[in-house]
Nanobody, 122 residues
Framework: QVKLEESGGGLVQPGGSLRLSCVAS????????IGWFRQAPGKEREGILC????????YYADSVRGRFTISRDNAENTMYLQMNNLKPEDTAVYYC???WGYGLGVPDFDSWGQGTQVTVSS
């Protein structure tokens, strides 16, 4: 059974950093497309990053390019989202998701974690 679990969210000041974790079980991260999404109150869920690690391809939304990066720990089957220079507009619930395919949009992902709250505020 495919399962994803995010952690690492919290409250951070503008300009600060957080690292989110996405632990996968029931499948190997490397061979699936993994996406990070976020949803702010009253807004639609948006994709911010997706990657198929075995292919070495990563796509970033303009809003996070240069500030957010991904890494992984194969032994722990975990993907990390490193978020630097955080801004108040980054405040949202962050989700990781997976798919056995190459789509880039929310409907293309069929397994989702429960989300973790990130709040950027002074």
């Amino acid at each position: 059974q495919v399962k994803l679990e995010e952690s690492g969210g919290g409250l951070v000041q503008p300009g600060g950093s957080l690292r989110l974790s996405c632990v996968a079980s029931g499948f190997t991260l490397d061979y699936y497309r993994i996406g990070w999404f976020r949803q702010a109150p009253g807004k639609e869920r948006e994709g911010i990053l997706c990657s198929t690690l075995s292919l070495g391809d990563t796509y970033y939304a303009d809003s996070v390019r240069g500030r957010f990066t991904i890494s992984r720990d194969n032994a722990e089957n975990t993907m990390y989202l490193q978020m630097n220079n955080l801004k108040p507009e980054d405040t949202a619930v962050y989700y990781c998701a997976s798919q056995w395919g190459y789509g880039l949009g929310v409907p293309d992902f069929d397994s989702w974690g429960q989300g973790t709250q990130v709040t950027v505020s002074s």
